[in-house]
């Protein structure tokens, strides 16, 4: 007979094997940034917990930590998740604990801690061995149904045990406790919120609207309930994008009042602080910022807090106006904070998505009715079998004495009694089972009973299968009761967090300005775009103060307090503080550094800005329009978009629009004159064309008075004027070509000389 092939799978030491590297690499980065997202950083939309938090409750649940019971070493629980479902490093199961029982850290804690779990300046956490923990109402509500096939089940880590894949969640806890995390490629920061609001939101969702919108829902949840307090500042309309995008942020403030203490004197005390501010490294940073004189206000910070948050700031004088001094607190401290919202969730547990809050809302109320159905299956299941036993039992006790007999005399009484009275495995098993002393004639009364009850619930629970709307109806009752617990009467269930309107734009200008103190100063900006701020109303500028190579290109008086508006080639508008320009005994800084300014792009002009006023912007091809000044002040270091250009196109120059006519000539030396009317004014666009060009483009124009005449520099720094009679020929409409400009006019075709 031929030998058989041998089924060695062992590779020959000499055989080479061929790799695909960037395909193996971007298989095992995928599968990591997988795990990540699914099983540490993103919680799952129905019960808002991450894997180890789960796991953590589950653990507790097997140990029976209850409530109403005796607590036991966190170690131990620590031990048995990291043994049996977490095989990861015991501090960070430790650290995820001690975070479910801080209520500084949970709006509505999970763990009862006892010990020393931390507090709010920051201090950790005691080591596990000496801290024992329990669970909280809310964790058990998260659990509510675990025993009975509410949800499904998944072999742990190494196949040993079953770990639930997610929680019945009688608790909305993705909105309510929150999240943050960061996984590969993306994150979550969910702000927690008011128990109560949430079940009212989700009540006119079931039963008023199911179709309702954000604004609808923003009716019950007014916004975050954070545990520590403080007060809401932002805007209604920005809250509402942030719930119905599912990003955005919301501004919180520290509460604080006035404490008089007679005589002018006052001080300002502080009783609540922003989420996520740890109370020590606050107070350090204020007394930094205090030694660094950089809160003129404040003469000094301190901690008087025992078990209550307080704070005491001391003003610099008893005529500071308190809110003023407040505002500059919260401009250059953390006593106020910008909470991040990004909704980024696991749906199902497995598809990262952003979520609103009503598909937020949707997703909990989605779970809690597969639970109910789950649980209404299982408990029809258990009503089966017991009705299937006290069946048998019925049958036994009418025919008591046959049965005694067979299980007496025969071999195989279960066999016997099967046949002869036509029972399943199950009665027949029951029966074999039985005490006697449920022999006695009551037992039989109490089976009846009990079959009536059984048969009775298992009529309603198929009822309740059957229909949507009693299905509905059911988890009302349960949200109801929820709300109930945690009603905004109950010491945990009341709102924390308060609302309050932020200061407008004006005050806040005010408030700003009063921060700088109010200088004179001499703007320098050279061709290379290094800029510098003499001291004083200056003209003496030394050619030692710039670089190599470089010159002054433009400079102009200013106050400290003003704001500088500065126009790229690019078309973008960006704001700089004069007070934050570096000073005169050097060649400045790059202005480059400042703002965020495009790939090949360069500074048009710098000028300092003022309220009401009106600027002419145009583009080197002609095309410009009027704007406000008071549109052109950018909040970022992106600036702001005006101008907007064509293929090939750059911002060429903006003047000052204070007039009724407008001049305008070309690099083709050809002047043309039109009435200010003909120019639209607009907050961004690309504007109108304001001379035609066969060759080149704009070179300047100026805004001037008809009645005064239209004026320019020469060389020579002589003035010349013509008045509106002695320009006739160069009258026309907006977008001729014009013609040649009056003799005298400078050869560099710049009103300014």
């Not at 120059?653 to 305008?664: K, S, Y």
Request: net charge neutral; charged share 30%.
């Amino acid at each position: 007979m031929p030998k058989k092939p041998t089924t060695d799978t062992m590779r020959p030491e000499n055989d080479p094997v061929v790799v695909d590297l960037r395909k193996a690499l971007e298989e095992r980065y995928l599968s990591y940034a997988l795990s990540t997202i699914t099983q540490r950083a993103l919680p799952d939309a129905r019960d808002g917990l991450k894997p180890v938090h789960r796991r953590i409750l589950h653990g507790m649940r097997l140990l029976r930590l209850d409530p109403d019971g005796a607590y036991k070493k966190s170690a131990k629980i620590v031990g048995d998740v990291m043994g049996s479902f977490h095989p990861h490093g015991d501090q960070s199961i430790y650290d995820a604990l001690v975070r479910l029982a801080q209520d500084f850290a949970m709006r509505y804690p999970l763990a009862d801690g006892q010990g020393n779990f931390g507090n709010i300046d920051g201090d950790s956490a005691a080591a596990m061995r000496y801290t024992e923990t329990r669970m909280t109402d809310v964790a058990m509500r998260l659990l509510e149904g675990m025993a009975e096939d509410a949800v499904d089940f998944k072999p742990n880590y190494d196949g040993a045990d079953q770990e639930p894949v997610v929680l019945p969640a009688n608790f909305p806890n993705l909105l309510a406790n929150g999240s943050q995390g960061i996984a590969v490629g993306m994150a979550t920061s969910i702000p927690p919120h008011n128990v109560a609001e949430l079940c009212e939101a989700a009540l006119h969702l079931i039963n008023t609207n199911p179709d309702a919108s954000t604004a609808d829902l923003m009716h019950h949840v007014l916004g975050p309930d954070f545990p520590t307090g403080g007060i809401l500042v932002e805007p209604k309309h920005s809250m509402l994008e942030a719930y119905e995008t599912g990003r955005g942020a919301f501004r919180l403030r520290a509460r604080w009042h006035k404490e008089d203490k007679g005589r002018g004197v006052y001080q300002i005390v502080v009783t609540e602080i922003p989420y996520g501010v740890q109370k020590s490294k606050l107070v350090e940073k204020i007394a930094e910022l205090l030694l660094a004189k950089k809160l003129p206000l404040l003469k000094d910070v301190r901690d008087e807090s025992a078990d209550d948050i307080r704070l005491v700031l001391e003003p610099r004088a008893g005529t500071v106006d308190d809110t003023i001094l407040m505002e500059q607190m919260f401009k250059v401290t953390d006593l106020e904070q910008r909470i991040p919202l990004n909704m980024n969730v696991l749906d199902h547990g497995t598809v990262p998505r952003v979520m609103g809050l009503r598909d937020a809302l949707r997703a909990w109320l989605e779970h809690r009715k597969d639970v109910l159905v789950r649980r209404t299956q299982h408990r029809l299941e258990q009503i089966a079998h017991r009705l299937e036993v006290l069946d048998g039992y019925i049958i036994a006790f009418l025919n008591l004495d046959e049965v005694i007999r067979i299980i007496r005399e025969e071999d195989e009484p279960k066999a016997r009694l099967m046949t002869r009275f036509k029972l399943s495995e199950v009665q027949a098993e029951a029966i074999l089972n039985m005490r006697l002393r449920s022999l006695r004639k009551l037992e039989e009364i109490e089976l009846r009973s009990e079959h009536k009850s059984l048969v009775e619930e298992q009529g309603h629970l198929n009822a309740l299968l059957g229909s949507d709307k009693k299905q509905w109806g059911e988890i009302t009752k349960q949200i109801g009761e929820l709300k109930k617990s945690y009603g905004k009467d109950t010491p945990l269930g009341r709102r924390k967090t308060s609302f309050a309107d932020a200061p407008d734009a004006s005050e806040v200008e005010d408030i700003a300005a009063s921060f700088v103190e109010r200088e004179p100063i001499t703007v320098v900006l050279s061709e290379k775009g290094w800029i510098r701020a003499l001291k004083g109303h200056t003209s003496d500028f030394d050619e030692k103060g710039f670089k190599a190579g470089d010159r002054l290109k433009l400079a102009f008086h200013a106050e400290t307090t003003d704001k500088l508006l500065l126009l790229s080639t690019g078309g973008k508008v960006y704001t700089l503080a004069p007070d934050k320009l570096p000073g005169g005994r050097g060649q400045g800084e790059p202005l480059r550094l400042m703002v965020d300014l495009e790939e090949g792009q360069d500074f048009v002009d710098l000028f300092v800005f003022r309220p009401g006023a009106k600027r002419l912007v145009a583009s080197n091809v002609g095309n410009g329009f009027v704007v406000a000044e008071d549109e052109l002040i950018a909040n970022t270091r992106k600036g702001k978009q005006v101008l907007n250009l064509g293929g090939g196109e750059e911002a060429k120059l903006i003047v000052p629009a204070i007039g009724d006519t407008v001049a305008v000539i070309g690099e083709n030396r050809k002047l043309i004159i039109f009435p200010a009317s003909e120019l639209p004014e607009m907050a961004r666009g690309k504007g109108v064309r304001l001379q035609k060009y066969k060759d080149g483009g704009i070179s300047d124009a100026k805004l001037f008075a008809a009645q005064d005449g239209l004026s320019w520099v020469d060389s020579s720094g002589r003035t010349f004027v013509k008045s509106m009679a002695e320009l006739r020929d160069w009258l026309g409409e907006r977008a001729q070509a014009g013609r040649q400009p009056p003799q005298g006019f400078p050869r560099n075709n710049k009103f300014g000389g």
